[in-house]
């Protein structure tokens, strides 16, 4: 028993953490109908902002608390520097993150020197039920998701500037002509996706080590699962990131690994072919 709620918050707090990773990019995505090929370089700069304070003896949870604006702000800079120019040529833009992407990711190598680095948990040790123990930090990591996908749910859902993000995904030229200021939009929207992703990042840490590729799975696993959920759902972007993260984190138990990833893509990629419009395809109020 012990042994099974252990794999059951494995899968848990990993499928936890994707959905953060997911959901910011399928925002941006959704919003602007571009990719950030850079979105698991946030991820890779939120894990970096905790691992900057922790070196530096500030304590970790407040690396935590910083990561989310640290990543966001520099999202901010992203959008406002290179994919508002790009907005009519969406290729281009994505080119543009991506090469921005591989940019942070070496710049981030060269001051890890290629290593990779653990950094304690705010919360150690486990729960214990008996025989059954669970680990405080993953626990900890399901709650703040939770929490998080609430928020943005009610932001997205029940706010003004939730009103003028599907107002502008919907219908840009009438949000525009009905006084919304898109290109603001649009800057606050991939700021939000990019705090996400950092958020996920600075969760991850305790887990998984940082080093300069830890944010290239996420990117192509979370591209495969807003694809597999379907564009402008936040329901869909959540339904996607958990079928991908919890298949992710749960046949490496019972195969190899390689094995795994492939297995995990076959089985999106039969979804997607069933339904190429996603499970969710529209935004929900």
């Known amino acids: 028993m012990s042994s099974v709620v252990a794999f059951f918050f494995d899968v848990l707090a990993y499928s936890s953490i994707f959905v953060l990773v997911v959901l910011g990019l399928g925002v941006i995505a959704s919003m602007m109908g571009i990719f950030n090929f850079a979105h698991g370089e946030f991820v890779l700069l939120g894990g970096y902002t905790v ?65 990779f680095y653990s950094v304690t948990a705010p919360l150690v040790g486990s729960f214990s039920f008996g025989e059954i123990s669970v680990s405080r930090w993953r626990t900890a990591v399901i709650l703040i998701t939770a929490a998080v996908m609430v928020g943005s749910y009610l932001l997205l859902t029940r706010t003004r500037f939730g009103l003028q ?3 502008a995904l919907e219908n840009p030229a009438l949000a525009r002509a009905s006084g919304i200021s898109t290109s603001r939009v649009y800057a606050a929207t991939f700021t939000f996706g990019s705090a996400l992703a950092g958020l996920a990042g600075g969760l991850m840490v305790p887990i998984y080590a940082v080093s300069a590729d830890m944010g290239v799975p996420f990117l192509i696993k979370s591209f ?18 958990a079928l991908v993260g919890a298949t992710s984190a749960a046949l490496p138990w019972a195969i190899k690994p390689v094995v795994a990833d492939v297995l995990v893509f076959v089985i999106a990629i039969a979804i997607v072919k069933v339904r190429p419009q996603g499970l969710l395809s529209k935004w929900r109020s």
């Open 165 to 167: 993000i599907r107002a």
């Open 224 to 241: 495969l699962a807003v694809m597999l959920g379907g564009m402008g759902s936040f329901e869909g972007a959540i339904a996607g990131a």
């Open 51 to 115: 691992y900057l304070f922790h070196s530096l003896g500030l304590p970790v949870w407040s690396g935590m608390l910083a990561a989310p604006f640290a990543v966001g702000l520099v999202g901010l800079a992203l959008e406002r520097v290179v994919i508002r120019r790009f907005y009519a040529t969406p290729i281009v833009a994505m080119l543009g993150t991506y090469a921005i992407g591989l940019a942070l990711r070496e710049s981030v190598r060269s001051l890890l020197g290629g290593q």
